[in-house]
């Protein structure tokens, strides 16, 4: 089958990218290939694994079950788009530095993105809620104990940017 | 691995979405995805066409009333689960979504769209055929509704022809006095369950039991119903009612678990879910009285 190329224009990490791709592109692949977004990883490519999560329209997805073409005119956020614009690492990105929540870290970039989410919805949540919410993403390294740590420490590292920041504009 | 090729239309109505479905017999919807993309990841299949209806106006309805909960074709299953309103109204919405895999699938995924999967160890599917649930079929040629009963036909097929859109499901409302309940056990938290059930169980005013019903997954080729009141009896005989649903499942045997461990845990959850539900029905009652 000869494939017909999509034009397909979204905003990623907050710039408006296009690329010319078939409809059977997924998302996971346009990010890595044909906008060299490399930090959004691929482990099984069927949705188990959770390494591919990135957000879409705020919201954590699989982009390996996504289509390129389904998500054009979204905003997606991939790991590169989680620091401050100056570079500064987001406090999930902090934690997971600080508690050691990662050992290879192919993982990781899928953990960042789910638990950015998670904590925005949720900032401080409960044992069972940090579990229920990186249940979808699997590390082979840490054995998850240091990725818990992490979330419980980026809940406080983003309460206390946020008092910062409440008390700067006060 | 990647999807093999195939033709992509995006509609934006709900007309052309039928047109291009009518035009095409081997072409596929695309909802949410999180069971399609899977299959054609793994090549397991290649339509000809998807007809990707996630810009079609107008399908991402959860419309909740006094009589049941109307969930539109794009409504993903995040939404309903945290309707507050739909939980009100139809509880085991809200109790089955919890179990439906991971959360970050649930953003994506959408009730309708694992109704038409009809996966039988999917949740859905069983609580729909429970609650004696409905889904609205939109074809070029028509519409019509079809009861959860017919709609199951077999393990991964709906009564679903080529050319037709499952554009709603519809969710009767739970009666008065009658609670709710849904578990069920798997290797791992988000995984397919070896076996899970759903179950309603109602009371009248003298706390004696006048329905006790549940529906199973996992155990069948398609959500099996079972009336459990006469096997319960008016008190509510919970071992007895496990004891009876022993004797009616007949489950197969793969590589996560034998027949034999998926009837025990059918009897297991039977008893769990009808307890729940009951002591669900209880306070249901209490609260109208005011007690």
Not at chain 2, 88 to 116: C, Y
């Amino acid at each position: 089958m000869l494939e017909e190329p999509h034009d397909i224009a979204l905003t990623v990490n907050g710039v408006h990218r296009t690329a010319r791709a078939p409809a059977r592109r997924l998302l996971s692949d346009l990010l890595r290939h044909d906008l060299g977004l490399t930090g959004t990883h691929v482990g099984c490519e069927h949705g188990v694994c959770g390494c591919c999560t990135v957000l879409l329209d705020g919201d954590p997805v699989r982009s390996c079950l996504l289509f390129a073409v389904t998500a054009a005119g979204h905003e997606v956020t991939t790991v590169e788009g989680l620091a401050a614009p100056d570079g500064t690492p987001s406090p999930v990105q902090r934690a997971f530095r600080e508690c050691h929540g990662l050992q290879c870290g192919f993982c990781t970039p899928g953990f960042l993105c789910t638990v950015t989410a998670l904590l925005r919805e949720t900032p401080r949540p409960t044992e069972d809620q940090v579990l229920e919410g990186i249940s979808g993403n699997l590390c082979r390294c840490t054995g998850y104990q240091n990725i818990v740590k992490s979330v419980r420490r980026a809940a406080e590292l983003a309460a206390a940017d946020g008092a910062a920041t409440d008390e700067g504009t006060a | 691995m990647k999807p093999p090729p195939f033709r992509y239309h995006a509609p934006r109505t709900l007309e052309e979405a039928l047109d291009v479905l009518a035009a095409d017999p081997s072409a596929k919807v695309l909802a949410g995805g999180q069971s399609l993309v899977p299959l054609l990841n793994m090549r397991l299949a290649a339509p000809s066409a998807l007809v990707d209806i996630n810009r079609v106006a107008g399908l991402d309805v959860l419309r909740v009333r006094d009589d049941g909960v109307r969930v539109g074709a794009l409504a993903r299953h995040a939404r309903v689960e945290r309707s507050a309103e739909a939980g009100a109204v139809q509880p085991l919405l809200r109790l089955a979504l919890r179990h439906v895999a991971h959360p970050v699938i649930r953003n994506r995924g959408t009730v309708v769209g694992s109704l038409a999967h009809a996966d039988p160890a999917a949740e859905l599917p069983a609580v729909l055929a429970l609650v004696g649930g409905t889904v609205e079929v939109a074809s070029a040629a028509g519409r019509r509704t079809v009861r959860a009963d017919a709609f199951f036909r077999g393990p991964l097929e709906p009564a679903l022809e080529p050319g037709d859109l499952a554009v709603s499901a519809f969710f009767p409302a739970l009666p008065p006095r009658t609670g709710a309940a849904f578990a069920e056990t798997s290797r791992r938290h988000g995984d397919y369950a070896l076996a899970g059930a759903a179950a309603t169980v109602a009371l009248d005013r003298d706390l004696r039991v006048t329905s006790a019903r549940a529906a199973y997954l996992g155990v069948a080729a398609t959500p099996l119903v079972l009336d459990l009141t006469g096997a319960a009896g008016p008190a509510g005989d919970w071992a007895a009612a496990s004891a009876h649903v022993l004797e009616r499942v007949e489950p197969e045997a793969d590589i996560h678990a034998s027949a034999d461990y998926r009837r025990h845990l059918t009897g297991v959850l039977t008893a769990r879910v009808l307890r729940a539900a009951a002591a669900g029905a209880l306070r249901d009652l209490r609260k109208a009285e005011g007690c």
